[in-house]
């Protein structure tokens, strides 16, 4: 099990695995969910444990989905609004949760042509020269250019 998965508990785990699953369209090939938990439970890789500063992060994060629950709820209570908008609403905030502990840390690397994906982007600086790189330098080992965008991530923005 990879170690980006370790941090994931076991119901985030099948979710992922039944989303790519479903999108690949191999629903044929898949367990039922107990089956799942119970593959799961018997696996010989315990789940890790984040640092300090991760967890910190974590929990900031956390944080901030719930604080946007409590707005949400508070916008249909003092605004009116619909059950199937707040239904809604929620589903996509749990998408993004999901996304962002999960398949994001998947798919960002060094040098990738989706700039929310890219570690050279986002580390650089665009205010301080010394701190900022081009990520279609020439002097890079993987020179690129940021011209497509990764759908999930559209959705969380």
Not at 8 to 19: H, P, V
Not at 53 to 76: P, T
Not at 107 to 115: E, F, I, W, Y
Not at 121 to 138: E, M, Y
Request: contains cysteine; glycine residues 6%; proline residues 3%.
């Amino acid at each position: 099990i990879s170690n980006s998965l370790r941090l994931q508990r076991a119901s985030e785990i099948i979710f992922m695995f039944t989303r790519i699953m479903t999108e690949k369209g191999l629903e044929k090939l898949m367990f039922s969910r107990s089956t799942m938990f119970k593959i799961l439970s018997y696996c010989s890789a315990t789940q890790r444990k984040a640092s300090v500063c991760v967890d910190y992060f974590y929990g900031e994060a956390e944080q901030g989905f719930e604080d946007l629950e409590r707005g949400i709820d508070f916008v249909l209570q003092n605004h009116g609004g619909s059950k199937g908008w707040k239904d809604a609403t929620t589903a996509k905030m749990k998408e993004a949760r999901f996304y962002l502990k999960g398949d994001f840390r998947l798919h960002t690397k060094n040098g990738s042509r989706v700039a929310d994906h890219c570690w050279i982007h986002a580390l650089s600086d665009p205010n301080d020269a010394q701190f900022s790189v081009q990520c279609d330098s020439p002097k890079l080992p993987n020179p690129h250019k940021h011209d497509l965008k990764c759908g999930r991530c559209e959705i969380v923005k």
